[in-house]
């Protein structure tokens, strides 16, 4: 599986945007797909998950629940990442991820795939 990430952007606080993911290589529809950040000089952070059709139940950090919503599109192999409300705190490199569903849906070693990372910079 690949995945690429895309529409990272810099915006001003208060400001929106969408992240996109799409999956290629095979399906994912059975694969829970979410969300991590890495700010500089920090570790890898959990944002958001969701997980396989069927079930979609969906899973947030408590710094964005909210104010970021996640979502997907089976039809399209792809996860996105919708960002109201965003703060200076925000700014990192986000990284979409998938893998089977695992109860450690927050660690990055829940995940089995990754994608290469867009870059979110908001301003004050």
């Known amino acids: 599986v690949q995945l690429q990430a895309s529409g990272g952007g810099l915006v001003q606080a208060g400001g929106s945007l969408r992240l996109s993911c799409a999956a290629s290589g095979r399906a994912v529809v059975s694969y829970a797909m979410g969300w991590f950040r890495q700010a500089p000089g920090k570790e890898r952070e959990f944002v958001a998950t969701v997980r396989r059709s069927g079930n979609g139940d969906t899973y947030y950090a408590n710094s964005v629940k909210g104010r970021f919503t996640i979502s997907r599109d089976n039809a399209k192999n792809s996860v996105y990442l919708q960002m109201n409300s965003l703060k200076p705190d925000d700014t990192a490199v986000y990284y979409c991820?998938?893998?089977?569903?695992?109860?450690?849906?927050?660690?990055?070693?829940?995940?089995?795939?990754w994608g290469q990372g867009t870059q979110v910079t908001v301003s004050s």
């Open positions: 991820a998938a893998g089977p569903w695992s109860m450690n849906y927050g660690l990055p070693r829940g995940y089995k795939y």
